[in-house]
């Protein structure tokens, strides 16, 4: 559009004149005074009509505009600290409809989880929807710029894969002409053989887990970055992948500081993220569940929900007390938003409080040889104030292609990286079984078809190396640093069981 200026330039342009195009979020009037709330894909700014000979063909039409209808509005910036953005539009001297909006079905008032998942295509307009997908933006850009300002070559891997890379429980299988193949759980398995050519390389795409679980961390669809560097040991291992995480934090942090103000999420934890991160062996981990530290952090945790709930509840009466008794519509809206999130929450942490016995017993009971579940991720990720690198799982419950560990081969060489404040598990990720020999005998152990990996162990014959990587899930992160309480908010159109809608 011809001199077009977009909300985020208008800081820049205070005292001169400017168009805006966008979408109104809401509108009011008071008397001779029409306010438009703007919204444009850069931010909101505060419009503010006069009537006058000038507006008076325009001015009706504006005051009552419907959320969502698109416009266009020309005026003169003026800085006021007191709004949106440090400045509004004022002196208005043109305002055009572009495209009507009727019976827009996301209301300012409260809308249940479900409702609004149905109406994502939509709920993207809102402001905390919008904020979250500029900080995935944000993310991606700073998973790209780290690998590629450090010399790694991006490989494209296929989605179709004939050969399981992970758990055969958690594929997803589709008819390709004729013939079985899996959409793909990893890029790995082919980002080995990229290595073997270019030593540094990385892949970023969508992966797929049919895994059957509704928890608040799964999505059977989602976006991983997982390099792969040739000659490398695992403490250099660790070392990139802190590196890695540290550069993406403080990127997200530098640029989205105030937008995480307004999600509500506290900085502090993040402020802390400050190498050396911590690092403890599988073994600790164990030793950690059985301890009194795990049960006395889970048994706070019950008498600390059980206060909040009854906070809650006092609060709901006196907002039942304070809508019944208001006597504007927008002081019974702002009480209904409160009671929505105040019966959310209270279901939220009864439902905690339901499960802390079960996590107590699990923690407990945990067996050497068993692998981390969700509840013990979380135990260890809290009761450290930065991440925590946990390392040498045993071999049984981890995938054929992990290195053993030499020293004792009832171990193998890998790690996950578990984020503070109980998010768990951001990045799994292993040095590579390099002898051909072990690899073939692990592949017979997990009774995989050999047929199917000769390629993989061709890489193995021919000039084999020792190589590693890891993987680091997209959403999982933007859920940590977002301060977010489920993964569903951080993926555009989130892919859950059960829910492919739109």
Not at 33 to 49: E, K, P, W
Not at 396 to 424: C, S, W
């Amino acid at each position: 559009m011809k001199n077009r200026t977009y909300i985020n330039e208008l800081p820049k342009r205070v005292g001169q004149s400017a168009t805006l195009y966008g979408w109104s979020a809401k509108a009011r009037a008071a008397g001779k005074i029409a306010f438009i709330t703007l919204r444009d894909g850069t931010g909101l700014c505060q419009c503010v009509m006069e009537k006058n000979d000038r507006t008076a063909p325009f001015f009706d039409t504006a005051k009552k505009l419907s959320q969502e209808s698109s416009i266009t509005l020309s005026g003169t910036v003026h800085a006021d600290e007191r709004a949106i953005g440090g400045v509004e539009l004022r002196d208005i001297t043109a305002c055009e409809i572009i495209g009507p909006s009727t019976d827009y079905p996301i209301t300012p008032k409260p809308h249940g989880v479900e409702f609004l998942f149905k109406h994502r295509h939509l709920w993207f307009r809102s402001e905390r929807q919008h904020t979250i997908i500029r900080i995935r933006a944000t993310l991606i850009d700073a998973i790209r710029r780290f690998f590629n300002d450090r010399g790694f070559i991006l490989f494209d891997t296929p989605i179709f894969a004939p050969a399981v890379g992970e758990g055969t429980s958690t594929l997803f299988q589709v008819d390709y002409f004729g013939d079985p193949v899996y959409l793909a759980q990893t890029g790995q398995l082919y980002l080995e053989a990229a290595c073997m050519a270019h030593e540094r390389v990385y892949c970023f795409g969508p992966t797929f887990r049919a895994e059957k679980s509704k928890t608040r961390r799964h999505l059977t669809e989602f976006w991983m970055v997982e390099p792969e560097v040739a000659f490398i040991h695992l403490d250099e291992l660790l070392q990139l992948a802190e590196d890695f995480v540290l550069s993406v934090v403080h990127r997200v942090l530098n640029d989205h500081r105030q937008d995480l103000i307004s999600l509500g999420r506290d900085l502090a934890p993040l402020d802390q993220i400050k190498p050396p991160f911590h690092r403890i062996r599988y073994q600790d981990a164990v030793d950690t569940l059985h301890s009194d530290k795990a049960r006395h952090l889970l048994e706070r945790d019950l008498d600390e929900k059980s206060a909040r709930i009854a906070a809650l509840d006092e609060n709901l009466k006196q907002l039942e007390s304070r809508r019944e008794s208001a006597t504007k519509a927008w002081e019974q809206e702002k009480a209904a938003q409160e009671i929505q999130a105040a019966r959310e929450e209270r279901a939220e942490l009864e439902e905690q409080i339901a499960n802390i016995p079960t996590h107590v017993k699990l923690a407990a009971e945990f067996e050497w040889g068993g692998d981390l579940g969700g509840s013990d991720e979380t135990i260890i990720s809290r009761l450290h104030d930065r991440p925590v690198f946990v390392t040498h799982y045993p071999r049984e419950v981890k995938a054929f292609y992990m290195r053993l560990d030499r020293a004792d081969n009832r171990l193998v060489e890998n790690f996950d990286m578990l984020a503070p404040e109980g998010y768990g598990e951001v990045i799994g990720g292993s040095m590579r079984e390099e002898d051909h020999d072990i690899l073939l005998s692990r592949i017979h152990d997990h009774a995989l078809p050999v047929e199917a990996f000769n390629w993989y162990l061709d890489l193995r014959r021919y000039g084999t190396v020792p190589h590693g990587g890891f993987g680091l899930g997209v959403e999982r992160t933007l859920a940590w640093l977002c301060g977010l309480k489920h993964i569903r908010e951080t993926i555009p159109f989130p892919r859950m069981m059960g829910k492919v809608y739109p």
